[in-house]
């Protein structure tokens, strides 16, 4: 290519260019996400002309800003340019999913243990898996101390015995609301009304 002085206009359309096509999805990002888009420009303009930089050095007589650089070095800004604005997206996007979730389960956590009806998840062995204060102050216990019992540890012979079918109807997808007896601590039997249904986690 020809080595003439390459006009100032044409550099600043494609920074544009670049920063516009960057921008573009960003409307989820946070207000930090421009600010690091700028310090790659910056980055990315310093690595695509340093070879022209060493050249100016090495060989004053040869214009810095000629066609041949600012083809190579405006390609490579754009191209990294737009490959460091998508990680960037990628990672404010993943940021802001983990973020949700973990709202999600903070505000999951505070319904269950503050609710004021009692709560019980159980395996389909019938493990005790968590429990909420509630349930726990009904049976005289400590939430922390009722979990890996079983329900067996606090079923009455005839609530046991109805247990494994009321179980398959609940892994068959019903919704029931039945009674039960349970031990309480200190070994007196009260009475529960109890809603159940299947929750599945993770898939």
Excluded at 12 to 33: D, K
Excluded at 91 to 108: F, G, P
Aim: one cysteine or more.
């Amino acid at each position: 290519m020809g080595r003439g002085r390459c006009p100032l206009p044409m550099t600043a359309a494609l920074l544009l260019q670049a920063l516009r096509v960057s921008f573009e999805g960003m409307s989820i990002l946070n207000r930090e996400i421009p600010y690091r888009i700028a310090i790659y420009v910056f980055l990315v303009l310093f690595i695509g002309n340093l070879g022209a930089m060493v050249d100016f050095v090495l060989h004053p007589e040869i214009p810095y800003l000629d066609d041949e650089h600012l083809v190579v070095g405006g390609i490579t800004m754009i191209t990294l340019t737009l490959l460091l604005g998508g990680l960037e997206t990628y990672l404010a996007r993943r940021r802001k999913d983990e973020m949700t979730l973990r709202e999600n389960e903070e505000r999951y956590r505070a319904l269950f243990h503050q609710s004021g009806d009692g709560i019980f998840l159980l395996s389909p062995d019938g493990k005790v898996l968590d429990v909420n204060e509630s349930i726990a102050r009904m049976h005289g216990y400590r939430a922390e101390e009722m979990l890996g019992m079983s329900a067996q540890d606090i079923d009455t012979r005839q609530t046991a015995q109805l247990a494994p079918e009321r179980m398959r109807r609940l892994l068959a997808g019903e919704t029931l609301i039945f009674e039960v007896e349970h031990y309480h601590r200190d070994g007196h039997v009260f009475p529960l009304e109890v809603s159940a249904r299947r929750v599945s986690f993770g898939g």
